[in-house]
């Protein structure tokens, strides 16, 4: 095997691999033509806040022992 088709192999194959990966994620990107949301814009959509999961705490104080304590060691 001679330089040329050394170079081509080890060299041109990744670099076409890469070639393609990036025409099959920023062509079809590029047809959609999306607005995106520019500051000063009105915001048509219903606001959506996060604020975590449900509370863990229990509601009944029965649930919760007098006195309970928890720790690194395990002595409860």
Wanted: charged share 15%; hydrophobic share 40%.
């Amino acid at each position: 095997m001679n330089i040329i088709e050394t170079v081509a192999i080890y060299a041109g194959g990744p670099l076409a691999l890469y070639g393609v990966i990036a025409s099959l994620t920023l062509i079809p990107s590029r047809a959609k033509r999306q607005s995106k949301y520019r500051p000063g814009q009105t915001w048509d959509y219903p606001d959506q806040w996060w604020a975590g999961d449900y509370p863990v705490v229990p509601t009944d104080p029965a649930l919760v022992a007098a006195g309970s304590e928890g720790g690194a060691r395990g002595t409860w």
